[in-house]
Each structure stands twice: as structure tokens, then as C-alpha cells.
């Protein structure tokens, strides 16, 4: 069954019949479409297009479809342009010419930017939803795990922090990523039915009624928008994006860490895989699909930023690929997420080795510079100072604060013996990152 054919000679070329059909991966809006479907039903009755009993009928065929569907009973498949096709044609098997009313006052452009709309807005909320998961396991992690580490700048020592702060700062990141994707929920939040092709109608409809029933803000301002914008999925496919991106940075972290010349953690053989021919090997492939897989999520935005950017207003039939993209997005992001809170929930952390790392790279050279500046040295000569002494400790193999108070003194007459608690690991991050240590 076709929506469309009267204005036709011929039959549509096969080949072209399934290269237009998105029915293949839109049947995953079928809840959304009924539901929606369901709504503008409510509504033409509410202005008289429906009788009572026929918008009875129309209810009640559709929430037997979702029944059906739910217990398998009916199968979301078949030859069919696409997902309103199979809903409408239902109606119309189940209910003749009284389910051919239910397009009255409708298109498809507006069914499907509808559908989509509350598709994405349930999806986010499920993607924020495991993202506050993992912010619950990071800081479980931390928690349990306040250990000095060193932090790095350029993969280079710099100064001391704990791996508590060390997770806490992507927990950061993902409050921020939470946040995208609730203003990405908001701007959606309006209501498309009723904006039908492009134009409106000229049947009395009621779009406030609709969108209280679909629970939308309000109509769209602007009925050609209301069809044509899909800014609403690339945002989503933006923030997602900049989450992959976090995921993907704590990843090449973990990666890092775990690597037999670190061992700051273990990561647990549950998410880890071997070699077929290096009996030894233990490989963090479950982050490094993360990683791979931010790559994909990437792509799926440039996909639909290059799909867009050139359309004239309204609806065109490039719009269709907006679906596959986001359905990709979506899934990847959610296992990615899951995985990451595994890998964090089963993470080892290796205090011992952390601190050997510490006395390695001359971590609290700023510290001794900052003594130095409390002592009234100006800054960049306490650097220069410092730097001398750097460069003495690494040809003497030691690290500044083995050095005795004599050695100290031939750098600057400063020096004192309060000098040792002043760059003591604990000492300094207590001071710098007083939270690290609550
Ligand atoms: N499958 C189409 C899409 O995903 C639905 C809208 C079709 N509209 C049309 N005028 N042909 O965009």
C-alpha cells in the first residue's frame, strides 16, 4: 500500500522503490508514530472531524497495534515506504475508509519531524541517565582511592595531585555533557503536528491541544521550520560528539596509566581481551574501542551537517538521512558509556607504583619555587634558582628534597629547613587542591 499514486502512470521502478524506502530503519519511530498518531486523532475529534465512535475506533486499533507489537504478535515489517505508511495501512486493513481519515490535516513532513522530536527527547533522557551512572562510579572510584599521583602536562610530570581529583575532573566534563544534552532536550521541546507540509491547513486545528497531549512546551513558531529544521538532531549529535570526546580523552588516559611502563591501575580482565599469538598479552581493547568508536560518533554529525547544509526551505527528501546517523549516535554513545562504567567499577589502582612515579620528574620543583617567592624572591628568579637545581639533582640522581640544607644554601641563602615540610607531597596537595583531600 502507497500513500501516494494518483497523480501516476506507472509503477514506481523496483530498484528506486527500495532505494526510497526508509521502513528498514525508521520502523524504530513506530512508537513515537503511534503515538503521535493517536494524538491528532484525539484532536480531530476535539474539532469535529471525528465522531466519538470513530476516534473509539481509531484509539482503540492503535493501542492493540502497540499491544500487538509489544507481544510480538505483529511484526514491524513488510514492504513498505515507511513507518506512517505501516501505521496508516494498518488502520486502513483494520478499519477501511474510516482509517483512511486519519491523515486529515496531516503530512508526513510534519509526522516524522513530530516522531523524531519525541524519539530524541526520550533518548537523551536515557543517555543522561547512564552518564549520571558513570559520574556516580567515578566518584565511588575516587572516593575509595585518594592516592598522591603525579599529573601531567605534555605527558611530562608536572605537579602532584590524587587520583581522586584526577577522576573528578571528567566528572566535570560529564555534569557539563549532562547539561548539553537537557538544552538540546529544550529547544526540541516544541510541538511540529500541525505544521503539516509546510503551511498549516486550512482545517481549525488545535496544536496547544496536541502539544499538552504529546507534553511539548508549545507549538512551533513557524510551520516551515516546524518541518524543515533538523538543528534539534545535530545538536544532539554535537553534544554527544563533545561527550565521545571526554570518554574518548579518559580512555587514551586509562590506556596510558595501565601500560606496563605506568601501572598506575590494573585494568580488570573482564574488559580486556589477548593476543592469538603473544601468550602474555593483556590489552585494553575495551577502551580503545571507546576510542575508536568517538571517531564514528564524529562522523555521524558530519554526516548530517553536510546533509543540511545546502537545502532549500522546506522539507526535502535528504532529511531521510538524518535517521541513521542519530539511531548510530545513540546506540554507540549508550554502550560506551556502559563499558566506561565497567571499566571504572572494576579499575585497580595502584598506590605503590603511583608513588614511586612521584619521585620520579622532580614534582615539587614549583613548590620549591614558591618557597622561595614566599621568602621574597621574585618569581622568575626563584624559577631560574629552581631550574639550577633541577638540573644538579638530575646529574646527581636525586630528587630536591633528598638534597641536605648545605647542598640547598649553595642555590640561595634562603633556604631553611621548614623548606622540607613546605614541599612534602602531602603537605603541597593539601594546599593546591584542597579538595582533593576531603
Ligand atoms: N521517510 C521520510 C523522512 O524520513 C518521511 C517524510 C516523507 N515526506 C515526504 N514528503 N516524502 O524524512
Redesign the pocket.
Known sequence: MKLWGGRFNKDQNELMKEFNS?FGF?KRLIFEDIKGSIAHARMLKKIGVFSDDEFGLIDESLNELIKQIRSCQIEVDGDFE?V?TFVENFLVQKLGDLGKKIHTARS??DQ?ALDMRLYLKNACNNVIDYIEALRVALSKKGAENPYLMPGFTHLQPAQIITFKYYLSAYNSMLQRDKKRLINAIDNMDKNPLGSCALAGTTHDIDMEYTSDILGFIKPVDNFIDGVSDRDFVIEVLAALSILMMHLSRLCEDLIIYSSNQFRFITINDQYSTGSSIMPQKKNPDSLELIRGKTGRVYGDLVALLTTMKALPLA?N?D??ED?EPVFDAIDTVIACIRVMKGVIETLKVNKDEMLISLNKGFINATEVADYLVKKGVAFRSAHEIVGRIVLFCEEKNRNIHELSIEELKKFSELFDNDIYPYIDYFNIVNKGIKKAML
Do not use: F, G, I, P
Open positions: 526508509s525508521d515507511d506512517h508526513r513532513n516524522v522539507y527528501k532529511m531521510q535517521k
